[in-house]
C-alpha cells in the first residue's frame, strides 16, 4: 500500500493537484485482497494525505494466469487542480 499511496501522490504532484479526487486500481486475482480489503487499507493510507476522500473505483480480475495476477495497479488517478 505504501508503493501505491508513493505513486499517487506522484501523480498528484506531477499534475499540480491539490487534492485526489479519485483513483482506479486492478487488483490481480492471486492479490489476495478482497475489494473491503482494500478499501479499508487504502482509507488508512490515504489518511492525511492528497487522496484522503478519494473515490475508489476496483476492477477484480479472476484471471489467474494474467501476467500481473498476483499484482495491484494503479491504473489512474483524478486530480483537483487549483486555478493558477
Known amino acids: 500500500?505504501?508503493?501505491l499511496m508513493r505513486r499517487i501522490e506522484e501523480v498528484a504532484r506531477?499534475?499540480?493537484g491539490s487534492?485526489?479526487?479519485g483513483v482506479s486500481v486492478w487488483?490481480?486475482?492471486?492479490?489476495h485482497m478482497s475489494a473491503e480489503h482494500f478499501?479499508?487499507?487504502f482509507t488508512r493510507a490515504a489518511?492525511?494525505?492528497r487522496a484522503e476522500g478519494a473515490r475508489i473505483d476496483l476492477t477484480i480480475s479472476d484471471d489467474l494466469d494474467h501476467p500481473h495476477a498476483q499484482s495491484i495497479l494503479l491504473e489512474?488517478?483524478?486530480v483537483e487542480v487549483?486555478?493558477?
Not at 487488483?27 to 492479490?31: D, I, K
Open 14 to 16: 506531477a499534475e499540480g
Open 1 to 3: 500500500m505504501a508503493d
Open 19 to 21: 487534492r485526489v479526487l
Open 27 to 31: 487488483l490481480g486475482a492471486a492479490s
Open 47 to 49: 489518511a492525511g494525505t
Open 82 to 84: 487549483d486555478p493558477a
Open 76 to 78: 489512474s488517478v483524478e
Open 39 to 41: 478499501v479499508e487499507h
